[in-house]
T-cell receptor, first 114, second 115 residues
Framework: AQSVAQPEDQVNVAEGNPLTVKCTYS??????LFWYVQYPNRGLQFLLK??????LVKGSYGFEAEFNKSQTSFHLKKPSALVSDSALYFC????????????FGTGTRLQVTL | DTEVTQTPKHLVMGMTNKKSLKCEQH?????MYWYKQKAKKPPELMFV???????INESVPSRFSPECPNSSLLNLHLHALQPEDSALYLC??????????????FGSGTRLTVV
C-alpha cells in the first residue's frame, strides 16, 4: 500500500518566523510527492513536486520542501511566514496503474499570526 | 490558458432534481478527474478519465454519472442525490505521464447543497 501522512492537524506560527509542515510517506519504488495549498472555498493550488534529483525542491510563493529518504519524509518549509500563507496544506502522492490517481494526506491547517 | 473552469460555483438542488456540473480546460491535458471534498477533509477521488475514456471509478454510487464529451470538457450528472452528498466538487486535469508524475491543475470547485 502507498500512502502519505500528515501528523499535525494544525500548525501555528508567528509572521516572520520559519514554518514547517510535516509529511511522511510510504511508497514503493521511486516516490513522487506533491504539496498543494487550499485557500477557503477554493480549489487546490500546486506548490511543488519531488520526482528525482535534488532533495531540496523549490516551489511557488517562496515554499520549499526537503525530501529525506532515510526518514521517509517530505516536509514543507518556508524561511519567513506571512499571514497570507494561512491556509490548508495537503501532501499527496500518486497511485499508479492504468491511470494515475493522486491521493492526499489528511491536511494541515497553517495559521500565521501577527 | 492555464486554468480549469468549473460551473456553476454554487448549486442548491432538491433530492428529486437532475443537475449537471461542468468542467473545462484548454491546456491540452488528456487526463481529467472528479474529486469530492467535505469540509476540513482531503479531496476524495471519484472518477478518472484518460484520453476521454473512463479509467477509474472509485465505487461511486450511480446517482453520480460522469461524461467526457471531448478532450476539453468533463461533466458530472447528478440525479436523486442525498443530503450527505453535499460537498465541494473539484475537477482537475493533468498530462498523462508514466508513473503519474505530473501535477494536477484544479478548478475552484462547485459548492453543492442537497436539500
Amino acid at each position: 500500500a502507498q500512502s502519505v501522512a500528515q501528523p499535525e492537524d494544525q500548525v501555528n506560527v508567528a509572521e516572520g518566523n520559519p514554518l514547517t509542515v510535516k509529511c511522511t510517506y510510504s511508497v514503493s519504488g521511486n516516490p513522487y510527492l506533491f504539496w498543494y495549498v487550499q485557500y477557503p472555498n477554493r480549489g487546490l493550488q500546486f506548490l511543488l513536486k519531488y520526482i528525482t534529483g535534488d532533495n531540496l525542491v523549490k516551489g511557488s510563493y517562496g515554499f520549499e520542501a526537503e525530501f529525506n529518504k532515510s526518514q521517509t519524509s517530505f516536509h514543507l518549509k518556508k524561511p519567513s511566514a506571512l499571514v497570507s500563507d494561512s491556509a490548508l496544506y495537503f501532501c499527496a502522492a500518486p497511485f499508479t496503474g492504468t491511470a494515475s490517481k493522486l491521493t492526499f494526506g489528511t491536511g494541515t491547517r497553517l495559521q500565521v499570526t501577527l | 490558458d492555464t486554468e480549469v473552469t468549473q460551473t456553476p460555483k454554487h448549486l442548491v438542488m432538491g433530492m428529486t432534481n437532475k443537475k449537471s456540473l461542468k468542467c473545462e480546460q484548454h491546456m491540452g491535458h488528456r487526463a481529467m478527474y472528479w474529486y469530492k471534498q467535505k469540509a476540513k477533509k482531503p479531496p476524495e477521488l471519484m472518477f478518472v478519465y484518460s484520453y476521454e475514456k473512463l479509467s477509474i471509478n472509485e465505487s461511486v454510487p450511480s446517482r453520480f454519472s460522469p461524461e467526457c464529451p471531448n478532450s476539453s470538457l468533463l461533466n458530472l450528472h447528478l440525479h436523486a442525490l442525498q443530503p450527505e452528498d453535499s460537498a465541494l466538487y473539484l475537477c482537475a486535469s493533468s498530462q498523462v505521464r508514466a508513473g503519474g508524475a505530473d501535477s494536477y491543475t484544479f478548478g475552484s470547485g462547485t459548492r453543492l447543497t442537497v436539500v
